[in-house]
């Protein structure tokens, strides 16, 4: 089983950076995959950005070349960069990770707020 607990969320104008970060905590399993959803108001949750064990990363194309998904082994943490915010950036953010058995686990959110 895997734990999440995303924090870094708030409230930033148009423009501004913001960094997320997940801790996983994982008991009688490792933590492979791990990547970052988002879920606008009145819309499905969709893929923002994943990384692989192996560190290899996958991007939504709306944030390709914004944002930054990276991960500290040693502290089973995987971050989200986030730069030049749009409003349409607003959204629950959360974080997601698998087991050793490619199980997801889910963690509770972050929400983001970009103003105009």
């Known amino acids: 089983q895997v734990q999440l607990v995303e924090s870094g969320g708030g409230l930033v104008q148009a423009g501004g950076p913001l960094r997320l970060s997940c801790a996983a905590s994982?008991?009688?399993?490792?933590?492979?995959?791990m990547g970052w959803y988002r879920q606008a108001p009145g819309k499905q949750r969709e893929l923002v950005a994943g990384?692989?064990?192996?560190?290899?990363?996958n991007y939504a194309e709306s944030v390709r070349g914004l944002f930054t998904i990276s991960r500290d082994y040693a502290k089973n943490t995987v971050f989200l960069q986030m730069s030049s915010l749009k409003p349409e950036d607003t959204g629950v953010y959360y974080c997601d990770a698998k087991d050793d058995y490619d199980i997801n686990f889910w963690g509770k959110g972050t929400l983001v707020t970009v103003s105009s």
């Open positions: 990384i692989t064990y192996g560190s290899d990363t």
């Open positions: 994982a008991i009688r399993s490792s933590v492979g995959a």
